[in-house]
């Protein structure tokens, strides 16, 4: 039992890994490009045209891509008098009725984002094409569906560490009726 916990613990521990390497990457190429554009505005006195659409793109990305690791540590605004005032037990029970709503509006919700990115397949994100094409010399032809595609990744992941949430709360919550505490493997694997 202990070898499927600690592989399921290293498994989210690389997980929290990559999806904060990728925010991190996401801020750094925004802050590069943001810094190359004050440079040719106000120094050589041109512009990056792509800049602005980049960076949109790389900040959308990034945003859905830490959903899921904001609600595992708790940072999304709730209202916790009523179960603060419950026992462990109800707390998870009131949890897991809450869940039920939250991850279905979820799965709808990235279900149609799927929807409404795959139909935008030809369109392509011309922020892309113009620095492909100088730096090739031919458009990359890269579809803005990878763009739009994040809100259904970013919620797909969110529903993902809501049922994560209730699984690792359920033991020690539910089973044992035990509060929470600050080594709770919730806290520790978002940390």
Not at 18 to 47: D, E, K, T
Not at 58 to 65: A, E, G, N
Not at 114 to 127: E, K, M
Request: with cysteine; aromatic share 14%; proline share 4%.
């Amino acid at each position: 039992m202990s070898d499927r916990t600690g592989a399921l613990s290293r498994l989210v521990t690389w997980y929290v890994r990559l999806i904060r390497f990728l925010a991190g990457l996401c801020m750094a190429l925004i802050v590069a490009v943001m810094i190359a554009q004050v440079f040719y505005r106000y120094v050589l006195g041109g512009s990056l045209i792509w800049a602005e659409e980049l960076c949109r793109y790389l900040l959308i990305w990034q945003t859905f891509l830490v959903l899921g690791l904001a609600y595992s540590r708790g940072e999304f605004v709730s209202l916790d008098f009523l179960p603060s005032s419950l026992a462990p037990r109800g707390r998870w029970i009131l949890r897991a009725v809450m869940a039920v709503p939250v991850i279905i509006f979820l799965i709808v919700l990235a279900w149609y984002g799927y929807d409404f990115a795959s139909r935008f397949d030809r369109q392509t994100i011309p922020a892309i094409d113009f620095i492909w094409t100088s730096l090739t010399g031919s458009a990359l032809g890269l579809s803005i569906k990878w763009v739009y595609v994040s809100v259904t990744v970013g919620l797909a992941l969110m529903a993902a560490h809501v049922v994560a949430d209730l699984v690792v709360t359920f033991r020690r919550q539910f089973v044992e009726n035990a509060p929470d505490t600050p080594s709770t493997p919730n806290t520790e694997a978002a940390a």
